[in-house]
């Protein structure tokens, strides 16, 4: 393949340019006496401790609350598309977006490169997800999420498996402090694109979103909140397919004293893909149900920490007949975990222990032509004992940390694990220069497909069979990066770059043997290399009132070192820039979000292209009364195909309008 380095050069640096003469030149930034908030957001996934999100260690970033409400994303996947190294712009914005193509620096989420919590807890399937392996992004409504922290670069050292190229951590809506609830209100209306100029059948299509939530003290030390959601799209397929989404979360929270304390939480969520011209093709169903017990333990000298947690999935994936096959079934989650840090004047030790079980109960049929081949049963308990250990050691009056960790996992599969990881940060004698660094180790398991599949699958025109000789995928991160904040101009900015190296990577290949009527036999081998480095930069400039600008730039080479190509779904470069205006006494405003990607490709052999394109969405806000608000969402105004009219029917102009209520 032909590289033309200086192209992507230019193009980088006047992106850069530009998106740094915007930012300078603007004159009506209001000054600003102190810290900005969100920099004094407590986080905590990218040390398992709470820290300020300026005062980390680990390089970690923050979509607050306040983000997601000024946001047009009407989806999970959608909210993280101003992140620089995160791609997710050949998604749409409907519920069954596929998440295939889903990147956090260069690696797919789908696939288990990126790990996805809720809560600080892992996650399986959902709408969007590919096949029974896969893992989507999309996994509640937004109105449930309070915040999500993003840790880039290998977090193995305190995640264990699948924390290769980061964690993603949806935080959902705690116990409020006083009485109170919520209301919302979405209707839309969108265009579904042409594919290769034949165009969709009803291309006029609607959504609706909706939810309610009351939450409130009960006594002197409890509280509950109680939270519905329903979302409904018709998809953005050729023809119309009806998707919809109920979820619950329920939330009660106990304090003991002035040092105890528990919290008891269950959530369930119920999906279906219903297609209107042929609902027997195609379906997608999940039934989810989670539920955890947590109890605390916090004193000034330290804090101690146990929990036990519950998934279950029960799904459908396609139907019978499909050549990809009809899988129906379970899948779930049982955790237990144990943590304690404690809190010194110049050290905090963080020693803890999880157990985790995942339970595979589903059946594969496999069809061919039409007719009935094969049934597999996929029946296994996976089981992973882990313990792991970190020190946050603050020397040189304060401004310098450094913070080793290092976890043992061991999988009733593949074995045992060691994976360490060794973070510092320095601060400037003015504190307003941070610089932070990390090296670590990462693996990732093989999938449940890869791995435990009991027999060949058809898929398309050649069957598959598992290997459980498998090694996990093993990588090597670095990161390095500076952040400087130039409070009284409320200005922000962050430059970083990064390398991986990963080994073993577990590839499909033919076997060269066939069945007896002659159908290739394919499996799984750990053969191929690659590496991933880039550089990312993110800038905030303004204040909460008036205008204000948020902006991203990242460039990212991701090659497999044994072919010399690309990786799949991988753009040279992404640029974001969001301005905002917001009136003075905070009653209304506009948000502009337009988003850059360069070019990349659809496949491991680079042979077809996605090109670069541009989507702009508008989110403008008024406020009504004290408590009710009025949003107005244009999502994908100028109707961008998202680089590739020829692969995929696309969501196009997207009008919406939300009433929020406070009560």
Do not use: C
């Amino acid at each position: 393949m032909e590289r033309v380095p200086f192209r992507l050069s230019s193009r980088l640096a006047t992106a850069l340019a530009t998106a740094l003469g915007v930012l300078t030149g603007i004159p009506t930034l209001q000054a600003e006496t102190e810290q900005p908030a969100w920099l004094d957001a407590v986080v905590v996934t990218g040390t398992r401790s709470t820290h300020s999100l300026a005062g980390v260690p680990v390089d970690t970033v923050l979509i607050t609350r306040e983000d997601i409400e000024r946001s047009p994303a009407q989806n999970l996947p959608q909210l993280l598309r101003m992140i620089p190294g995160v791609s997710i712009t050949n998604l749409d914005d409907t519920l069954a977006a596929d998440n295939l193509r889903l990147t956090v620096r260069g690696l797919q989420v789908n696939e288990g490169y990126g790990l996805v919590l809720i809560d600080g807890r892992r996650i399986h399937g959902g709408l969007g997800a590919h096949g029974d392996y896969g893992v989507s992004l999309n996994q509640v409504p937004i109105a449930m999420v309070e915040r999500i922290e993003i840790v880039k670069g290998a977090s193995s050292a305190l995640y264990g498996a699948d924390a290769m190229a980061g964690v993603i951590n949806v935080i959902t809506r705690p116990v409020p402090p006083t009485a109170g609830g919520t209301a919302s209100l979405t209707r839309g209306r969108y265009d579904v694109l042409a594919r290769n100029g034949v165009p969709a059948n009803d291309p006029g299509r609607d959504d609706l979103r909706a939810h309610a939530s009351f939450g409130t003290p009960v006594g002197e030390s409890s509280g509950f909140l109680l939270l519905l959601s329903r979302e409904q799209d018709e998809s953005a397929d050729r023809d119309p397919a009806t998707t919809w989404r109920d979820a619950l979360l329920a939330r009660w929270s106990t304090a003991f004293g002035a040092h105890w304390s528990v919290e008891l939480q269950a959530d369930a969520a119920r999906a279906r893909r219903e297609p209107a011209a042929a609902p027997e093709r195609f379906d997608r169903q999940y039934d989810d149900r989670r539920g955890t017990i947590s109890l605390r333990h916090d004193t000034a000298t330290h804090t101690a920490r146990a929990s036990a947690y519950r998934f279950t999935q029960e799904f459908v994936q396609g139907y019978p007949g499909f050549t990809h096959g009809f899988r129906s079934g379970e899948i779930g989650y049982e955790q237990a975990e144990a943590q304690f840090t404690w809190l010194g004047e110049d050290h905090w030790l963080t020693v803890g222990g999880e157990f985790q079980r995942q339970d595979l109960d589903y059946e594969f049929s496999n069809y061919r032509d039409g007719l009935l081949e094969a049934t597999l049963p996929v029946r296994r308990n996976v089981d992973t004992s882990s313990a792991y250990v970190q020190d946050e050691i603050w020397l040189y009056e304060r401004r310098l940390m450094l913070v080793p960790g290092v976890r043992y996992e061991h999988h009733s599969t593949f074995g045992s694990e060691l994976n360490p990881k060794l973070a510092a940060s320095l601060r400037s004698a003015d504190e307003r220069t941070t610089w932070r660094a990390s090296i670590g180790r990462a693996f990732k398991s093989p999938t449940i497909r890869q791995l435990y599949y009991e027999g060949l699958y058809r898929h398309g025109e050649s069957y598959i069979e598992s290997n459980s000789e498998l090694d996990p995928e093993k990588a090597i991160n670095v990161n390095l990066s500076v952040e400087r904040r130039w409070t009284p101009y409320g200005l922000w900015a962050s430059f970083g770059v990064f390398q991986t190296d990963l080994a073993d990577k577990v590839v499909r290949t033919d076997t060269g043997r066939e069945t007896v009527d002659g159908v290739p036999i394919e499996s799984y081998v750990n053969v191929e290399e690659a590496r991933i480095r880039g550089a990312e930069l993110s800038l905030r400039a303004g204040g909460a009132r008036g205008f204000s600008m948020t902006a991203g730039l990242a460039w990212t080479e991701a090659d497999n070192r044994d072919t010399g190509e690309t990786l799949a779904y991988v753009p040279e470069y992404t640029v974001s820039l969001a301005p905002t205006w917001v009136a003075t006494g905070g009653q209304g405003g506009v948000r502009l979000a337009v988003i850059a990607v360069g070019e990349q490709f659809r496949d491991v052999s680079n042979t077809r292209r996605v090109d670069a394109h541009r989507v702009v969405d508008l989110r403008a806000w008024l406020a009504l009364t004290t408590r009710a608000t009025l949003n107005l969402d244009i999502g994908n105004a100028f109707e961008s195909d998202k680089g590739d009219d020829a692969f995929a029917w696309r969501q196009g102009r997207r009008i919406g309008l939300t009433l929020d209520v406070e009560f």
